[in-house]
């Protein structure tokens, strides 16, 4: 029975699972109350936090603790199973006293991969120094989550853009969701507002028209990134990874196909990653639909990124993209096409639906880049070495000015040290530099309405 006070803009309450978690050990839960160093209780309330203010307007981590500093939540365990306890907790997450569904469900999401991820690396069940250990960690944490499903044809979309988009992007967005869903496509995007939330609300209107039930909007997310992206009401299945890193490969593996919609340096980071990946010998023949597309007005947009790829990778990283600007219908269409032949593919190979063994990921792409100031003075950007290590590099780079944009370690080693210098080949470095002064200028490295942007970094282009 769950017991709630209201406050003017505050709540406290004790939450009964909706579904899921329902268990914990007393070491587990000691772990979860302990708010010392090397105790979970920080990340959980930072994380729970996240989901309870979901739908924030802004994207600093900081300035949600800040508002609400009394907030805190705890763990019961009680003779019939686990209950969270929330002092002082956003008044929105409740109607008429009682707690939304969808919230209780992402809040035990939380409590249930934050305490899993801490046991099992403890146990050393992660062998977290080897390429096939890290893959392994990425399957257990997702099937730990249920969202690896056997006996389903590949159906997920993984949609990949910006937060801070402008309406009619995101009306896009929501468009192509539509048309996905219209044709049975689950979603999965990075949680967050944006083009992360309008493919989730547009498939969740064709899927009410087809009569589809038990449909899946898979939000991925991580520590670093939850509290500056807060999980949109649409998200049914929430999964927190470690770190960056592992969240890419829980996208790449679990996706059938990937769309990219306008997006900054986040969605720069994401392309780079893929791409990198595909571009590997090993992966020639593995196919893959990756798509990148948005409104008439996002054309230029497009058009910039395919420039910069080319020029930085080379023609051949073209060719893994299509572009298809202003037209959800023919997205949605080659999308479906080329989930087609990713059946085909995993068929004539026996490899799982619901997990892409085959994709080769080298360790480049895997082991957790920390971004300060002397590991990103020290990225080889030049293009003397193979793409798929250049593009490895360019990834760190822009996961780089995402941490200095919006985690709170980054935005900490800033102002104490300064931007973040970056060096490597003259004609990327200045290709480099005038695309992030674009993603600048037209807002997307910051929501519209917050304070201006001051960059966290500097292009080294002599």
Same mark, same amino acid.
């Given at each position: 029975?769950?017991?709630?006070?209201?406050?003017?803009?505050?709540?406290?309450?004790?939450?009964?699972?909706?579904?899921?978690?329902?268990?914990?050990?007393?070491?587990?839960?000691?772990?979860?109350?302990?708010?010392?160093?090397?105790?979970?209780?920080?990340?959980?309330?930072?994380?729970?936090?996240?989901?309870?203010?979901?739908?924030?307007?802004?994207?600093?981590?900081?300035?949600?603790?800040?508002?609400?500093?009394?907030?805190?939540?705890?763990?019961?365990?009680? !003779?019939?199973?686990?209950?969270?306890?929330?002092?002082? #907790?956003? @008044?929105?997450?409740?109607? *008429?006293? $009682?707690? =939304? &569904?969808?919230?209780?469900?992402?809040?035990?999401?939380?409590?249930? !991969?934050?305490?899993?991820?801490?046991?099992?690396?403890? #146990?050393? @069940?992660?062998?977290?120094? *080897?390429? $096939?250990? =890290? &893959?392994?960690?990425?399957?257990?944490?997702?099937?730990?989550?249920?969202?690896?499903?056997?006996?389903?044809?590949?159906?997920?979309?993984?949609?990949?853009?910006?937060?801070?988009?402008?309406?009619?992007?995101?009306?896009?967005?929501?468009?192509?969701?539509?048309?996905?869903?219209?044709?049975?496509?689950?979603?999965?995007?990075?949680?967050?507002?944006?083009?992360?939330?309008?493919?989730?609300?547009?498939?969740?209107?064709?899927?009410?028209?087809?009569?589809?039930?038990?449909?899946?909007?898979?939000?991925?997310?991580?520590?670093?990134?939850?509290?500056?992206?807060?999980?949109?009401?649409?998200?049914?299945?929430?999964?927190?990874?470690?770190?960056?890193?592992?969240?890419?490969?829980?996208?790449?593996?679990?996706?059938?196909?990937?769309?990219?919609?306008?997006?900054?340096?986040?969605?720069?980071?994401?392309?780079?990653?893929?791409?990198?990946?595909?571009?590997?010998?090993?992966?020639?023949?593995?196919?893959?639909?990756?798509?990148?597309?948005?409104?008439?007005?996002?054309?230029?947009?497009?058009?910039?990124?395919?420039?910069?790829?080319?020029?930085?990778?080379?023609?051949?990283?073209?060719?893994?993209?299509?572009?298809?600007?202003?037209?959800?219908?023919?997205?949605?269409?080659?999308?479906?096409?080329?989930?087609?032949?990713?059946?085909?593919?995993?068929?004539?190979?026996?490899?799982?639906?619901?997990?892409?063994?085959?994709?080769?990921?080298?360790?480049?792409?895997?082991?957790?880049?920390?971004?300060?100031?002397?590991?990103?003075?020290?990225?080889?950007?030049?293009?003397?070495?193979?793409?798929?290590?250049?593009?490895?590099?360019?990834?760190?780079?822009?996961?780089?000015?995402?941490?200095?944009?919006?985690?709170?370690?980054?935005?900490?080693?800033?102002?104490?040290?300064?931007?973040?210098?970056?060096?490597?080949?003259?004609?990327?470095?200045?290709?480099?530099?005038?695309?992030?002064?674009?993603?600048?200028?037209?807002?997307?490295?910051?929501?519209?309405?917050?304070?201006?942007?001051?960059?966290?970094?500097?292009?080294?282009?002599?």
């Amino acid at each position: 029975m769950e017991q709630s006070t209201a406050a003017a803009t505050r709540f406290s309450a004790r939450i009964a699972p909706a579904a899921g978690l329902d268990i914990l050990s007393r070491h587990e839960v000691a772990r979860l109350r302990d708010a010392g160093a090397g105790g979970l209780h920080p990340l959980l309330r930072r994380c729970a936090l996240a989901v309870l203010t979901q739908g924030s307007a802004s994207d600093d981590a900081r300035a949600m603790l800040e508002r609400f500093p009394d907030f805190d939540i705890q763990i019961l365990q009680q !003779d019939r199973g686990v209950k969270l306890e929330l002092t002082n #907790a956003p @008044a929105d997450a409740f109607v *008429d006293g $009682r707690i =939304i &569904t969808g919230v209780n469900e992402l809040l035990f999401a939380v409590v249930r !991969d934050i305490i899993y991820v801490a046991t099992q690396i403890d #146990a050393g @069940a992660f062998e977290l120094d *080897d390429t $096939r250990g =890290i &893959t392994h960690a990425v399957f257990e944490i997702l099937r730990n989550a249920r969202v690896l499903r056997s006996n389903v044809d590949p159906n997920l979309v993984v949609c990949w853009g910006g937060h801070s988009i402008s309406r009619e992007e995101y009306d896009y967005t929501k468009k192509v969701g539509y048309e996905l869903g219209l044709r049975g496509l689950d979603i999965c995007t990075g949680c967050g507002p944006g083009a992360m939330k309008g493919p989730m609300k547009g498939a969740t209107i064709a899927h009410a028209k087809q009569r589809r039930h038990d449909n899946r909007y898979i939000g991925i997310t991580e520590p670093g990134i939850i509290a500056a992206e807060s999980p949109n009401p649409i998200v049914n299945n929430l999964i927190i990874m470690p770190d960056i890193e592992k969240r890419l490969e829980a996208f790449v593996r679990l996706g059938h196909a990937i769309i990219v919609f306008p997006g900054g340096v986040g969605t720069a980071e994401e392309i780079l990653y893929l791409l990198g990946i595909l571009m590997h010998p090993a992966n020639a023949s593995l196919p893959f639909p990756l798509i990148f597309s948005g409104p008439r007005e996002s054309a230029e947009y497009f058009e910039q990124i395919d420039r910069f790829l080319r020029l930085a990778l080379g023609d051949d990283a073209a060719k893994r993209y299509s572009i298809v600007i202003d037209d959800p219908r023919e997205v949605a269409r080659k999308v479906h096409k080329g989930i087609d032949k990713v059946r085909g593919y995993r068929l004539d190979n026996q490899d799982a639906f619901f997990f892409n063994w085959a994709l080769h990921i080298e360790s480049e792409f895997q082991i957790p880049f920390r971004p300060t100031h002397e590991a990103m003075a020290g990225l080889n950007l030049h293009r003397e070495q193979e793409p798929h290590r250049l593009a490895a590099d360019l990834r760190r780079a822009f996961s780089g000015i995402v941490a200095g944009n919006v985690k709170e370690e980054g935005i900490r080693a800033i102002e104490k040290r300064g931007a973040f210098v970056i060096h490597g080949d003259r004609d990327i470095m200045r290709a480099l530099d005038a695309m992030l002064a674009s993603f600048v200028a037209q807002q997307r490295m910051k929501l519209p309405g917050g304070s201006q942007y001051v960059p966290c970094y500097r292009v080294d282009a002599s």
